[in-house]
Nanobody
Framework: QVQLVESGGGLVQPGGSLRLSCVAS????????MGWYRQAPGKQRELVAA???????NYTDSVSGRFTISRDNTKNTVYLQMDSLKPEDTAVYYC????????????????WGQGTLVTVSS
């Protein structure tokens, strides 16, 4: 079984920074792309940033230049550094792994974490 666990959310003032982490656990052999999504109250879940196993990244326009996604493949961990936070960044942030292969050959598609709440407010 594969699980994703996020951490690092919290309350921050506008202009502040937070760093989210997401650790994948289980008998993992490899993870394909990983990403961060967010869902604000009353809105649909949206992709914030994604990173391939090789380190190629993409960002939604509203966070480009403020957020940085990175990963440590040796630790099966993906990070989201969020700077210059705005009130409109307030949301539950979810980690996603689009394909995880375990040591015994099982493949898990579309694995999600439980989410971590980020609140940007003065």
């Amino acid at each position: 079984q594969v699980q994703l666990v996020e951490s690092g959310g919290g309350l921050v003032q506008p202009g502040g920074s937070l760093r989210l982490s997401c650790v994948a656990s289980g008998r993992i052999f490899s993870i394909n792309a990983m990403g961060w999504y967010r869902q604000a109250p009353g809105k649909q879940r949206e992709l914030v940033a994604a990173i391939t196993s090789g380190g190629r990244t993409n960002y939604t326009d509203s966070v480009s230049g403020r957020f940085t996604i990175s990963r440590d493949n040796t630790k099966n961990t993906v990070y989201l550094q969020m700077d210059s936070l705005k009130p409109e960044d307030t949301a539950v942030y979810y980690c996603n792994a689009d394909r995880v292969q375990t040591i015994n050959g099982y493949k898990y598609l579309g694995v999600w974490g439980q989410g971590t709440l980020v609140t940007v407010s003065s």
